[in-house]
């Protein structure tokens, strides 16, 4: 790649947390591998965000804010968003990267009726994600990282399911031929998730099982910057 992936931060994670272990978007340049180059911008800070035909990928990070707020910055991530897969940008959102990507294109994001979703669960691919460039090479069933209060109740039109569970049916879905959401975390790793666990488990009357490696979900990081790779050598050869 020519032009480093760009990340683009839409919140951090807890002070205490980041001091000792890093935010999100070092998770995530960290799990997109050592011979990828990568750049954040903090656009909920006020970054301006490129023009999307400069960038030859795009990560967004996952927030403590709520989609369903509506932030001007956010709904301007969201037009953004919208300019950038048609133009065919390949873009992985990642929670709230995720929901951002449903709103921006018309599916639904509120609160999930049965309230947070917290801790490693097992995830479950559909059918289609037997031919997805991104899920074709994980098994049926992985654990992943999951902290969230909302989620995409309603998929946008045209996006093609790829995995869920039994409390979040819209774990994964795909948008054209590389624009992705995922619900869960595939940067975070045990210390950050147990981090999450001991801060809202308690609040939340949820009594957590015990926190597990997820290394299926993290190599989605490194399988993106694959495709990445991939459609820009294409687009520059």
């Given amino acids: 790649m020519s032009t480093p992936i760009a990340i683009l931060a839409t919140g951090h994670t807890f002070d205490a947390l980041r001091a000792r272990h890093g935010d999100f978007h070092d998770w995530i340049a960290a799990g997109l591998g050592p011979d990828v180059a990568s750049v954040t911008l903090d656009v909920r800070a006020g970054a301006p965000l490129p023009e999307p035909r400069s960038l030859p990928g795009v990560v967004i990070t996952g927030s403590h804010d709520m989609v369903s707020d509506r932030a001007p910055w956010s709904e301007a991530l969201a037009?953004?968003?919208?300019?950038?897969v048609a133009g065919g940008l390949p873009v992985?959102?990642?929670?709230?990267?995720?929901?951002?990507?449903?709103?921006?294109?018309?599916?639904?994001?509120?609160?999930?009726?049965d309230g947070l979703e917290l801790g490693?669960?097992?995830?479950?691919?559909?059918?289609?994600a037997a031919d997805d460039p991104l899920?074709?090479?994980?098994?049926?069933?992985?654990?992943?990282h999951l902290v969230?209060?909302?989620?995409?109740?309603?998929?946008?039109?045209?996006?093609q399911l790829l995995a869920g569970n039994a409390h979040e049916p819209h774990q994964a879905f795909r948008l054209g031929r590389c624009a992705w959401g995922v619900q869960f975390h595939p940067e975070f790793g045990e210390t950050a998730m147990q981090a999450y666990v001991d801060a809202l488990a308690p609040?939340?009357?949820?009594?957590?099982?015990?926190?597990?490696?997820?290394p299926q979900a993290a190599a989605l990081l490194r399988r993106f910057a694959q495709v990445v790779r991939r459609l820009d050598g294409g687009a520059s050869g």
């Fill in 148 to 159: 969230h209060r909302q989620s995409v109740r309603t998929l946008p039109a045209g996006a």
């Fill in 135 to 144: 899920f074709s090479a994980l098994p049926p069933s992985f654990d992943a």
């Fill in 79 to 84: 037009a953004w968003l919208r300019k950038a």
């Fill in 120 to 128: 490693t669960h097992a995830v479950h691919l559909s059918a289609a």
């Fill in 203 to 214: 609040a939340h009357g949820i009594i957590p099982g015990p926190v597990r490696a997820t």
């Fill in 92 to 113: 992985l959102g990642i929670c709230y990267g995720h929901q951002l990507l449903a709103h921006a294109f018309g599916g639904q994001v509120a609160d999930h009726p």
